[in-house]
């Protein structure tokens, strides 16, 4: 099956996708979010008294990540992963979670792909990413035309994408982001560098013809209002979120919760004897 059920809504044109993603690795692939997204988990790695032996990457831009992790075996990011059931011990998901139209799917299936204990961690834009963007095209749009268009990807706050590892059976799950602000001559600029990303409209309802240049030179004009960079008022400021989530598979030997109620002792003699020791 590489095509989602006919009951759920499809978010990504995938064909149009995968030639953004080929346009900008052609043409200069402004890798500046997946360099943020691959230290991040080298460091997070480095805090784990463990080696990984048997890695893969699940990822659109598979020049850049087989770099950082020569070891590992690059998978697409499809629908269906290539991934074999309990064959690795690290799977990471980087930056193409936020393009799936079955995110639980994808980490139910990262999930599978790996053995007892075994590592899962996702880097991919949310939260507030582009929100500056998504305002002032919006605004843009309502006020010279009267309507709206998908242009901007919707992005998982990090409470609701923490709770998708919940619902593909990790243990130990935590969701956490880094935010990072970046300095843009104007909207055009800003545009330019999403497509050498491979993060332009890829959505299936976009529009399938031109915006009016008015809308987008509107839209300009907005984000230089509301949302100048404090170092250098002429320029445009915006926000990347990068989401990440860490998940174990389960195992006997991994730490588990005390059950409700099974305390030995309670927190208020707890609390006196803290008292009591500090006298």
């Not at 020049?63 to 590992?72: K, L, N, R, T, Y």
């Not at 990011?77 to 393009?99: C, E, F, K």
């Not at 998504?134 to 998982?156: C, D, F, K, N, T």
């Not at 008015?214 to 445009?236: K, V």
Request: aromatic residues 4%; hydrophobic residues 45%; contains cysteine.
């Amino acid at each position: 099956m590489t095509n989602p059920p006919p009951d759920r809504p499809v978010l990504t044109d995938r064909a149009a996708l995968l030639r953004q993603r080929d346009r900008a690795m052609r043409q200069g692939f402004a890798d500046v979010l997946h360099r943020i997204a691959a230290d991040e988990i080298q460091d997070r790695l480095s805090e784990i008294n463990r080696r990984f032996t048997a890695p893969a990457v699940v990822t659109g831009f598979p020049a850049f990540w087989a770099q950082d992790f020569p070891q590992a075996r690059i998978v697409a990011d499809d629908p269906v992963l290539d991934l074999q059931p309990g064959a690795h011990d690290l799977v990471i998901h980087a930056m193409a979670l936020h393009w799936a139209d079955d995110p639980v799917g994808q980490i139910i299936q990262s999930a599978r792909a790996l053995r007892e204990d075994g590592l899962f961690i996702a880097a991919c834009p949310g939260g507030q990413t582009l929100h500056e963007l998504r305002a002032a095209l919006a605004q843009a749009e309502v006020e010279m035309s009267g309507g709206l268009s998908p242009r901007i990807l919707p992005m998982g706050e990090i409470r609701d994408m923490g709770q998708l590892l919940n619902r593909a059976g990790l243990a130990l799950p935590v969701a956490d982001l880094v935010t990072q602000r970046a300095s843009y001559r104007d909207l055009f600029h800003l545009g330019h560098d999403l497509r050498a990303m491979g993060e332009g409209n890829a959505m299936a309802a976009r529009l399938r013809r031109p915006t009016r240049r008015a809308i987008m030179a509107r839209a300009a004009a907005i984000m230089a209002g509301t949302c100048p960079d404090r170092d250098n008022p002429s320029r445009i400021s915006v926000t990347f979120d990068l989401v990440f989530l860490t998940g174990w598979s389960p195992s006997d030997t991994q730490q588990k919760p005390l059950r409700p109620g099974s305390a030995r002792t309670r927190l208020e003699d707890a609390l006196n004897e803290i008292r009591t020791g500090m006298t």
